[in-house]
C-alpha cells in the first residue's frame, strides 16, 4: 500500500532551521505532485508548498516565500522542506501528500495520499 513516513521535526530556537523529508512508497513517485501542510493545535491544516512531479514548479504559502523551499529527488522517492528563518507561527505537525494530475493546488482534498505528520516547534 501506499506510505508517506515524514522526518526531520524537532525543536528549534527561533530564527533556526530544519529540513523536513518524506519517502513514499508503494506508488509511482515520479507520476505525482507532492505537497507539504501543517495544522497548529485548534486550527485547520493550511498548505504551505507544492512541487510538480518533475521538480521544476513549485508554488508556496505568501508567508512562506523566501524562507522555506520545496524541493524533491525522484530517483529517492523523497520530497523535501527546507525551513529557514523559523518563527513561532511555523510551530505545527507538517504532513506531506501526493496527489496526480496538474495544477498545483493548495485544495487539501485534492490530494490522494497523507503521511503520519512530523512535529515542528519553534520557542522564543
Known amino acids: 500500500q501506499v506510505q508517506l513516513v515524514e522526518s526531520g521535526g524537532g525543536l528549534v530556537q527561533a530564527g533556526g532551521s530544519l529540513r523536513l523529508s518524506c519517502v513514499a512508497s508503494?506508488?509511482?513517485?515520479?507520476?505525482?505532485?507532492m505537497g507539504w501542510f501543517r495544522q497548529a493545535p485548534g486550527t485547520e491544516r493550511e498548505f504551505v508548498a507544492a512541487?510538480?512531479?518533475?521538480?521544476?514548479?513549485?508554488y508556496y504559502l505568501d508567508s512562506v516565500k523566501g524562507r522555506f523551499t520545496i524541493s524533491r529527488d525522484n530517483d529517492k522517492n523523497t520530497v523535501y522542506l527546507q525551513m529557514n528563518s523559523l518563527n513561532r507561527e511555523d510551530t505545527a505537525v507538517y504532513y506531506c501528500?501526493?496527489?496526480?494530475?496538474?495544477?498545483?493546488?493548495?485544495?487539501?482534498?485534492?490530494?490522494?495520499?497523507w503521511g503520519q505528520g512530523t512535529q515542528v516547534t519553534v520557542s522564543s
Open positions: 501528500a501526493a496527489r496526480t494530475g496538474t495544477p498545483l493546488t493548495r485544495i487539501t482534498n485534492e490530494y490522494h495520499y
Open positions: 508503494g506508488l509511482t513517485f515520479s507520476n505525482y505532485a
Open positions: 512541487i510538480s512531479w518533475s521538480g521544476r514548479i513549485t
